[in-house]
C-alpha cells in the first residue's frame, strides 16, 4: 500500500430554496460540471430542467442513466473518463445514494492516470 493524506471536507446546504445557492456554491469549485443522475426521475419532477437552468452560464457534461446499485464497468469508468476528456472540475450528483455513490468512486478514478 501506498502512503496517502485524505481529507474530505463536506458543506451541507439544507433548507427551504436551498437549490437557489447552486451557482455560488459550485462556482467555489469550478466552471466544468460533471451532472450524473439516475433513471430520470429528476426530469420527471422538474428537477433536471431547475439545475439545468441555475447553471445555465457553467459547462456541462451530463452521465444519465445510474443505476441502483451502480457498477465499476460502465457506470464508473464512462463518468472517469468523462471527467479527463472535459477538465472536469466539478461532479454534481443529483438523485439518490446509488448516484452519489457512483459519483464518489468517479471523482476518486478521475486522478489517477490509468484506471484499467
Known amino acids: 500500500m501506498q502512503n496517502f493524506d485524505y481529507m474530505t471536507p463536506t458543506r451541507l ?30 426530469k420527471k419532477i422538474g428537477l433536471y430542467d431547475r439545475v439545468r437552468e441555475l447553471l ?8 444519465p442513466g445510474i443505476q ?5 464497468d460502465p ?3 464512462d463518468g472517469v473518463r468523462l471527467c479527463k476528456e472535459n ?4 461532479i454534481l450528483s443529483v ?12 471523482a476518486a478514478g478521475a486522478c489517477y492516470q ?3
Open 114 to 116: 490509468r484506471i484499467r
Open 13 to 42: 446546504v439544507f433548507g427551504e430554496d436551498a437549490i437557489e445557492k447552486l451557482p455560488e456554491t459550485v462556482a467555489a469549485l469550478g466552471r466544468r460540471v460533471l451532472l450524473t443522475y439516475g433513471g430520470g426521475s429528476i
Open 75 to 77: 457506470s464508473v469508468l
Open 56 to 63: 445555465k452560464d457553467f459547462e456541462i457534461t451530463e452521465l
Open 95 to 106: 438523485g439518490g445514494g446509488s448516484v452519489l455513490d457512483c459519483s464518489k468512486a468517479i
Open 68 to 72: 441502483p446499485n451502480p457498477k465499476y
Open 87 to 90: 477538465g472536469i472540475e466539478v
